[in-house]
């Protein structure tokens, strides 16, 4: 129904920055919140940000809101993630997801899912 395909991702030296791409196909992007989560190794997904519809509210985790920036451009079908000063403890795989709740809560479930990509933040 919507694939998702993250890209951007790689090896980032902390204090750098890096940017996630999200392409949408198969259904506009416009028809969902969209959201950014992550898997770090030995831990469980958790959010970190989303954003409604036209993008008109975004909310991020506190552990992240600061740092970093979600956007979309719903024109291109995609949607972004800005990682400024990254840190070891950023190091994870991030997937973007799309038709889910996007609230000041930290919602997980989201419909349709990124196969994710690999952020790794040298120190």
């Known amino acids: 129904q919507v694939r998702l395909v993250e890209s951007g991702g790689g090896l980032v030296q902390a204090g750098g920055s890096v940017s996630l791409s999200c392409a949408a196909s198969?259904?506009?992007?416009?028809?969902?919140?969209v959201g950014w989560f992550r898997q770090a190794p030995g831990k469980e997904r958790e959010f970190v940000g989303c954003?409604?519809?036209?993008?008109?509210?975004?909310y991020y985790a506190d552990f992240v809101k600061g740092r970093f920036t979600i956007s979309r451009d719903n024109t291109k079908n995609t949607m972004y993630l800005q990682m400024n000063n990254p840190n070891p403890e950023d190091t994870a795989v991030y997937y973007c997801?799309?038709?889910?709740?996007?609230?000041?809560?930290?919602?997980?479930?989201?419909?349709?899912w990124g196969q994710g990509i690999q952020v790794t933040v040298s120190s």
């Open positions: 997801a799309a038709s889910g709740p996007c609230t000041n809560r930290p919602y997980t479930n989201y419909d349709y």
């Open positions: 198969g259904r506009t992007l416009s028809s969902y919140n």
């Open positions: 954003t409604t519809q036209r993008g008109s509210s975004t």
